[in-house]
């Protein structure tokens, strides 16, 4: 079973068209991030979200719209992609308090052509 | 001054070696130190992790934390091929604060059989 997943893990596309990601985990966790992973392999938050309700939200293009319907879930939404989008995208959880104690997914590589 | 640096590498060591991976940060607040690994096309899986000073040993891998010298420390003996990946040092702030883990940009490892 597969603790945090993602769909879709390839996604190529041409400027200006919208994407979504989705994410789901099955560890019971209340909280559940966004990470963006660049070509440099630095990882950057980008939001977070607590039960559904979003508790970090990172200097991010709002082209970027996260949604949660319920604490297993968070998707994520990209409208008018730009080729600087270009990355991976890492969902992941923790219990809230869990102090960096993150669980992640095998990542969503999108390309932006 | 970027808030967590490490050396990006590549290093590249004989199987067998011991390795270290370092990290240093500026913001004196974080209290919870990780280390996470990731293997290539694979999301980020949490090897370490410790929120004191000192030394933290699990089999062939030690964290070492210094506060006073804002620093930390990966070290691997008995080094072996499936080590071969990114290590990404990550800290976070005390359980006061929502979980917003900062990364640093992490350390390519090659051991060569």
């Known amino acids: 079973d597969t603790a945090v997943s993602q769909t879709p893990k390839y996604l190529v596309t041409q400027m200006g068209n919208d994407k979504s990601i989705k994410c789901e985990q099955n560890l019971g966790h209340d909280t559940m991030y966004w990470y963006k992973q660049d070509s440099k392999k630095f990882l950057k938050i980008m939001f977070s979200?607590?039960?559904?309700?979003?508790?970090i939200n990172e200097t991010v293009p709002n082209r970027f719209s996260p949604k949660s319907p319920d604490k297993a879930h968070l998707n994520l939404h990209i409208n008018s992609l730009e080729l600087g989008d270009s990355a991976v995208y890492f969902c992941a959880s923790s219990h809230l308090w869990a102090t960096g104690e993150l669980f992640f997914g095998e990542g969503s590589r999108l390309t932006v052509l | 001054q970027k808030e967590v640096e490490q050396d990006p590498g590549p290093l590249s060591v004989p199987e067998g070696a011991i390795v270290s991976l370092n990290c240093t940060y500026s913001?004196?607040?974080?209290?919870?130190f990780m280390w996470y690994r990731q293997y290539s096309r694979k999301g980020p899986e949490l090897l370490m992790y410790t929120y004191s000073s000192g030394n933290k040993e699990d089999g062939r891998f030690t964290a070492q934390v210094d506060k006073s010298s804002k620093y930390i420390s990966l070290f691997i003996r008995d080094s072996q091929p499936s080590d071969s990946a990114t290590y990404l040092c990550?800290?976070?702030?005390?359980?006061?604060?929502?979980?917003?883990?900062?990364f640093g940009p992490g350390t390519s490892l090659s051991v060569i059989p």
């Open positions: 990550a800290m976070s702030l005390p359980k006061t604060s929502y979980d917003k883990v900062i």
């Open positions: 913001n004196s607040a974080f209290q919870y």
């Open positions: 979200y607590n039960n559904k309700e979003l508790i």
